[in-house]
Protein backbone atom coordinates (compact mmCIF):
# COMPACT_ATOMS: atom_id res chain seq x y z
CA UNK A 1 0.00 0.00 0.00
CA UNK A 2 1.14 3.97 -0.62
CA UNK A 3 2.03 6.09 1.88
CA UNK A 4 3.14 9.25 1.94
CA UNK A 5 6.30 10.50 0.91
CA UNK A 6 9.34 12.54 1.88
CA UNK A 7 12.28 13.51 -0.38
CA UNK A 8 15.07 15.80 1.57
CA UNK A 9 18.06 17.43 1.00
CA UNK A 10 20.94 16.76 3.44
CA UNK A 11 23.37 19.69 3.54
CA UNK A 12 22.00 22.70 5.22
CA UNK A 13 19.05 20.69 5.80
CA UNK A 14 19.71 18.07 7.56
CA UNK A 15 23.36 18.34 8.72
CA UNK A 16 25.21 21.51 9.06
CA UNK A 17 28.08 22.20 6.24
CA UNK A 18 29.15 25.66 5.21
CA UNK A 19 30.23 26.45 8.99
CA UNK A 20 32.42 23.57 9.08
CA UNK A 21 33.56 23.85 5.31
CA UNK A 22 34.49 27.15 6.19
CA UNK A 23 36.60 26.12 9.18
CA UNK A 24 38.42 24.18 7.30
CA UNK A 25 39.55 25.90 4.44
CA UNK A 26 41.02 28.14 7.02
CA UNK A 27 42.97 25.51 8.99
CA UNK A 28 43.96 23.35 5.84
CA UNK A 29 44.19 25.88 3.21
CA UNK A 30 44.31 29.55 4.75
CA UNK A 31 41.08 30.78 2.49
CA UNK A 32 38.27 32.72 3.86
CA UNK A 33 35.05 31.17 3.19
CA UNK A 34 31.44 32.66 3.43
CA UNK A 35 28.87 32.78 0.42
CA UNK A 36 26.89 35.90 0.51
CA UNK A 37 22.88 34.80 -0.15
CA UNK A 38 24.20 31.34 -0.44
CA UNK A 39 26.07 31.23 -3.40
CA UNK A 40 29.63 30.29 -4.11
CA UNK A 41 30.58 33.14 -6.82
CA UNK A 42 33.13 35.35 -5.39
CA UNK A 43 32.76 33.07 -1.89
CA UNK A 44 36.32 32.09 -1.62
CA UNK A 45 39.87 34.55 -1.06
CA UNK A 46 43.53 33.80 0.10
CA UNK A 47 44.37 35.19 3.19
CA UNK A 48 47.57 35.94 1.25
CA UNK A 49 45.38 38.34 -0.74
CA UNK A 50 44.67 37.97 -5.11
CA UNK A 51 41.24 37.60 -6.28
CA UNK A 52 38.85 35.28 -5.53
CA UNK A 53 39.29 32.00 -6.27
CA UNK A 54 38.38 30.75 -9.57
CA UNK A 55 35.27 27.87 -10.01
CA UNK A 56 37.51 25.62 -11.59
CA UNK A 57 39.77 25.85 -7.66
CA UNK A 58 36.61 25.59 -5.79
CA UNK A 59 35.18 22.63 -6.91
CA UNK A 60 38.11 20.50 -6.04
CA UNK A 61 38.24 22.00 -2.88
CA UNK A 62 34.68 21.12 -1.77
CA UNK A 63 34.91 17.51 -3.47
CA UNK A 64 37.98 17.15 -0.97
CA UNK A 65 35.70 18.60 1.79
CA UNK A 66 33.17 15.75 1.47
CA UNK A 67 35.86 13.20 0.82
CA UNK A 68 37.91 13.22 3.81
CA UNK A 69 35.92 16.21 6.34
CA UNK A 70 32.27 14.58 6.76
CA UNK A 71 32.99 13.78 10.20
CA UNK A 72 33.46 17.35 10.93
CA UNK A 73 29.18 17.52 9.92
CA UNK A 74 26.80 18.22 12.86
CA UNK A 75 23.38 17.61 12.69
CA UNK A 76 20.40 20.42 12.71
CA UNK A 77 18.35 20.66 15.44
CA UNK A 78 15.90 18.25 15.75
CA UNK A 79 16.24 16.80 12.46
CA UNK A 80 16.82 13.23 13.50
CA UNK A 81 13.67 13.35 16.11
CA UNK A 82 11.28 14.74 13.28
CA UNK A 83 12.41 12.17 10.52
CA UNK A 84 11.87 9.53 13.38
CA UNK A 85 8.31 10.74 13.49
CA UNK A 86 7.44 11.40 10.13
CA UNK A 87 8.75 7.50 9.26
CA UNK A 88 6.04 6.35 10.93
CA UNK A 89 3.51 7.39 8.73
CA UNK A 90 5.55 7.85 5.53
CA UNK A 91 8.61 6.65 3.10
CA UNK A 92 11.81 9.11 3.58
CA UNK A 93 14.30 9.49 1.27
CA UNK A 94 17.31 11.62 1.13
CA UNK A 95 18.34 13.35 -2.54
CA UNK A 96 21.60 14.59 -1.94
CA UNK A 97 23.85 16.74 -4.93
CA UNK A 98 26.83 14.69 -4.45
CA UNK A 99 29.14 12.26 -6.81
CA UNK A 100 27.58 8.40 -6.78
CA UNK A 101 31.62 8.03 -5.37
CA UNK A 102 30.31 9.54 -2.16
CA UNK A 103 27.36 7.65 -1.72
CA UNK A 104 28.85 5.01 0.95
CA UNK A 105 30.49 7.68 2.52
CA UNK A 106 27.13 10.10 3.05
CA UNK A 107 24.90 7.05 4.10
CA UNK A 108 27.89 6.15 6.80
CA UNK A 109 27.67 9.53 8.35
CA UNK A 110 23.90 9.75 8.11
CA UNK A 111 23.61 6.07 10.08
CA UNK A 112 26.50 7.34 12.55
CA UNK A 113 23.75 10.37 13.97
CA UNK A 114 20.81 7.97 13.64
CA UNK A 115 19.54 8.84 10.40
CA UNK A 116 18.87 5.19 8.61
CA UNK A 117 17.27 5.95 5.59
CA UNK A 118 17.36 5.68 1.80
CA UNK A 119 20.13 8.14 0.45
CA UNK A 120 20.27 8.79 -3.69
CA UNK A 121 23.30 11.02 -4.97
CA UNK A 122 22.08 13.52 -8.09
CA UNK A 123 23.82 15.99 -9.74
CA UNK A 124 22.38 18.77 -11.17
CA UNK A 125 18.56 19.80 -10.69
CA UNK A 126 16.14 17.79 -8.72
CA UNK A 127 13.49 17.56 -10.76
CA UNK A 128 14.10 14.75 -12.70
CA UNK A 129 15.40 12.38 -10.12
CA UNK A 130 11.89 13.73 -8.10
CA UNK A 131 9.90 12.72 -10.53
CA UNK A 132 11.81 8.94 -10.58
CA UNK A 133 10.80 8.67 -7.38
CA UNK A 134 7.37 9.46 -7.65
CA UNK A 135 6.96 7.04 -10.26
CA UNK A 136 8.73 4.50 -8.03
CA UNK A 137 6.94 4.93 -5.04
CA UNK A 138 3.98 5.91 -6.22
CA UNK A 139 3.02 8.04 -3.23
CA UNK A 140 0.06 9.09 -2.06
CA UNK A 141 1.44 13.07 -1.50
CA UNK A 142 4.90 13.73 -1.75
CA UNK A 143 6.64 16.58 0.13
CA UNK A 144 10.21 18.10 -0.70
CA UNK A 145 12.77 19.84 1.29
CA UNK A 146 15.75 22.09 0.18
CA UNK A 147 17.55 25.18 1.03
CA UNK A 148 18.42 26.09 -2.37
CA UNK A 149 15.67 27.80 -4.54
CA UNK A 150 17.05 26.52 -7.86
CA UNK A 151 16.24 23.33 -6.85
CA UNK A 152 12.42 24.35 -5.30
CA UNK A 153 12.21 25.34 -9.23
CA UNK A 154 13.27 22.39 -10.53
CA UNK A 155 10.81 20.30 -8.73
CA UNK A 156 8.32 22.77 -9.43
CA UNK A 157 8.82 22.62 -13.01
CA UNK A 158 8.88 18.91 -13.46
CA UNK A 159 6.91 17.64 -10.52
CA UNK A 160 4.17 20.46 -9.39
CA UNK A 161 2.16 18.21 -7.37
CA UNK A 162 4.89 18.12 -4.77
CA UNK A 163 4.65 19.96 -1.73
CA UNK A 164 7.88 21.90 -1.42
CA UNK A 165 9.24 23.30 1.76
CA UNK A 166 12.43 25.87 1.57
CA UNK A 167 14.95 25.65 5.05
CA UNK A 168 17.83 26.57 5.23
CA UNK A 169 19.14 24.99 8.54
CA UNK A 170 22.57 27.02 8.99
CA UNK A 171 21.62 30.78 10.38
CA UNK A 172 24.81 32.42 9.00
CA UNK A 173 23.22 32.20 5.41
CA UNK A 174 20.94 34.78 5.16
CA UNK A 175 18.38 33.32 2.00
CA UNK A 176 15.45 35.40 0.76
CA UNK A 177 12.36 32.23 1.18
CA UNK A 178 12.65 30.43 -2.62
CA UNK A 179 9.78 31.95 -4.83
CA UNK A 180 8.49 28.53 -5.74
CA UNK A 181 8.28 27.05 -2.24
CA UNK A 182 4.78 26.62 -0.76
CA UNK A 183 6.96 27.63 2.41
CA UNK A 184 9.98 28.42 4.35
CA UNK A 185 10.64 27.25 7.57
CA UNK A 186 14.18 26.99 9.04
CA UNK A 187 13.91 24.37 12.01
CA UNK A 188 12.74 20.69 11.88
CA UNK A 189 10.69 21.60 15.10
CA UNK A 190 8.48 23.54 13.10
CA UNK A 191 8.99 22.04 9.74
CA UNK A 192 7.86 18.50 10.91
CA UNK A 193 4.31 19.82 12.02
CA UNK A 194 4.08 21.41 8.32
CA UNK A 195 5.18 18.32 6.34
CA UNK A 196 2.47 16.31 8.64
CA UNK A 197 -0.07 18.65 7.31
CA UNK A 198 0.79 18.50 3.67
CA UNK A 199 0.40 14.68 4.04
CA UNK A 200 -2.81 15.05 5.19
CA UNK A 201 -4.14 17.62 2.59
CA UNK A 202 -2.64 15.60 -0.55
CA UNK A 203 -1.00 16.61 -3.52
CA UNK A 204 -0.34 20.21 -3.90
CA UNK A 205 -2.47 22.50 -6.07
CA UNK A 206 -0.38 23.89 -9.11
CA UNK A 207 -1.23 27.43 -8.56
CA UNK A 208 1.35 28.63 -5.97
CA UNK A 209 0.95 31.22 -3.29
CA UNK A 210 5.03 32.56 -2.13
CA UNK A 211 6.26 31.01 0.68
CA UNK A 212 5.71 33.30 4.06
CA UNK A 213 8.65 34.55 5.91
CA UNK A 214 11.30 31.77 7.25
CA UNK A 215 10.39 30.53 10.52
CA UNK A 216 13.16 29.59 13.38
CA UNK A 217 13.15 26.85 15.84
CA UNK A 218 13.79 28.64 19.27
CA UNK A 219 15.75 26.02 20.31
Known amino acids: MSRPLLITDCDEVLL????????????????????????FANAMKRRAGGPPLAPDEMWPLLDAFFATEMHRQTIAPHAREALEEIAEVADIVVLTNLGQHCHAGRVAQLEALGIRHRVVCNQGGKGVPVGRLLREYQPTVAVFVDDLPIHHNSVAE????????????????????????????DGWAEAKTWVLDRF???????????APAPAKDSA
Open 158 to 185: HAPGVWRLHMVAEPQVKLRPAETAHARI
Open 200 to 210: RDGPAPTALTP
Open 16 to 39: HMLSHFRDWLDEAHAIDFWPANGE
